[in-house]
């Protein structure tokens, strides 16, 4: 079955440093999603990539998702406190419309 | 209300008893999901429903659970004789729409915490 891996499981990153996170998928998608979850709260979508090649940027984050639209990335500048938190991916294949497949998140700490 | 509202927020049961979870969607919403987070965890896929189709049961993880969604609105996840294993947190989201759509947005409840002791 599918399945949707990302890396790295954990990021240490110093306050104004940039990083990235990358999901992979075994699987062709249709579009992937990212979503953030801060520590004790639930995730919260961040945006949804549809095209091959796509690549979208809110504000310090760039999602970017792959020629072949197996892989995508965020990656963030200039890493600031409020970044801390679970980022996930979540891809959904032509097949199967409703089952979201989550990644199993990259947990990011922030030292000011 | 203005979010997806979940209940109980917390539940401590004793292994071999039934639970029952509640989700209530956002209004309008045709799109209801389960997923199960244990502590540090991912996010693992239970159970789809989209309006009045056949609900997608593939990730639910053995028949002691269920879940209905009565009048494409609210839902209802059931344990049965839960297993310490069991614990976790059982997070429900809905969308306007199927998540492929373009656009579509998925918003997720606080989560219920379940313990089982």
């Known amino acids: 079955g599918q399945q949707v891996m990302q890396i790295p499981q954990y990021q240490h990153v110093q306050e104004g440093e940039d990083f990235t996170t990358y999901c992979n998928s075994s699987t062709t998608l249709s579009n992937i999603q990212w979503y953030k979850q801060r520590p004790g709260g639930h995730p919260v979508f961040l945006i949804q990539?549809?095209?091959?090649?796509e690549v979208k940027k809110q504000k310090r984050l760039t999602f970017q998702f792959g020629e072949a639209k197996k892989n995508s990335s965020l990656h963030i500048t200039a890493t600031q406190t409020t970044d801390v938190g679970t980022y996930f991916c979540?891809?959904?294949?032509?097949?199967?419309?409703?089952?979201?497949?989550f990644g199993a998140g990259t947990q990011v700490v922030v030292t000011p | 209300g203005a979010g997806v509202s979940q209940s109980p927020s917390n539940k401590v049961t004793e292994k071999g008893k039934d639970v029952e979870l509640r989700c209530d969607p956002i209004s309008g919403h045709t799109a209801l999901y389960w997923y199960r987070q244990s502590l540090g965890q991912g996010l693992e896929f239970l159970i789809y429903f989209q309006g009045n189709s056949a609900p997608d049961k593939s990730g639910l993880p053995s028949d002691r659970f269920s879940a209905e969604r009565t009048g494409g609105s609210v839902s209802t996840l059931t344990i049965q004789r839960t297993q310490q294993e069991d614990s976790a947190v059982y997070l429900c989201?809905?969308?306007?729409?199927?998540?492929?759509?373009?656009?579509?947005?998925?918003?997720f409840g606080e989560g219920s915490w379940l313990t089982v002791v």
């Open positions: 990539l549809v095209k091959s090649g």
């Open positions: 989201a809905s969308s306007p729409q199927p998540p492929g759509h373009l656009g579509n947005t998925i918003y």
């Open positions: 979540a891809g959904i294949t032509t097949d199967s419309w409703g089952k979201l497949q």
